[in-house]
């Protein structure tokens, strides 16, 4: 099955600096990669998404980029705010992955005023 | 409109007994979804409803999780004779089409403690 791998764990940035957050995927079929952001006893909330047929998305001051020959995906957040800190998960589903969205493990992300 | 909503928010059991956790997805969501999610780590795929059929339960751990969504909209998740590795957040998502390539959109979940 689809094995989602996220880097770093923890990541801490002053505000105003970008964040980076790195995932790869294992399955070549896997065509749908959305990114979660969860606050501490909360919902996961998506954020953003991509699907296969695209190379990158923005969407203000956060945006994806997906790179299919290499199986990674990056989210970068810019002019981070503390408000942007909490914990990022990336997953990727497809075909063969039946219908689970396949989540990374998490990034934790500490913005610092 | 209203967001997911699950209940509920937590819940204390005793090693043993039965526990249902409840999930109401947005109106009109075709797909439904449940997750489990262990402390400090990513959600994992439980069981996916298309409407009122179960298309895919691959990730119930065992035999005594067993989850329904008799009219296609409210859906529960029952967990018989609970073990202490059955705590965690069990988190309900619904989405407005049918297949794995949608946006899901996620309920602040069931926190589940076993004693």
């Known amino acids: 099955g689809e094995n989602v791998e996220q880097h770093p764990s923890t990541l801490s940035v002053q505000e105003g600096d970008s964040a980076v957050i790195k995932c790869t995927y294992s399955d070549s079929a896997s065509n749908y990669f959305p990114w979660y952001k969860q606050e501490l006893g909360k919902r996961p909330q998506l954020i953003i998404d991509i699907r296969s047929n695209v190379g990158e998305k923005k969407d203000q001051r956060i945006a994806v980029t997906l790179n299919k020959t290499a199986k990674h995906f990056s989210l970068h957040i810019t002019e981070t705010q503390p408000e942007d800190s909490a914990v990022y998960f990336c997953?990727?589903?497809?075909?063969?992955?039946?219908?689970?969205?396949?989540f990374g493990k998490g990034t934790s992300l500490l913005v610092t005023p | 409109g209203a967001g997911v909503s699950q209940s509920p928010r937590y819940k204390v059991a005793k090693r043993g007994q039965d526990v249902a956790l409840r999930c109401d997805p947005i109106s009109g969501h075709v797909s439904l979804f449940w997750y489990q999610q262990a402390l400090g780590q990513g959600p994992e795929f439980l069981t996916y409803?298309?409407?009122?059929?179960?298309?895919?339960k691959s990730g119930l751990p065992s035999d005594r999780f067993f989850a329904e969504r008799p009219e296609g909209s409210v859906s529960t998740l029952k967990i018989q004779r609970t073990q202490q590795e059955d705590s965690a957040v069990y988190l309900c998502a619904s989405s407005p089409e049918q297949g794995t390539n949608q946006p899901q959109h996620f309920g602040d979940g069931t926190r589940l403690s076993i004693l």
């Open positions: 997953a990727a589903s497809g075909y063969s992955s039946g219908y689970a969205l396949n």
């Open positions: 409803f298309q409407n009122e059929a179960q298309l895919d």
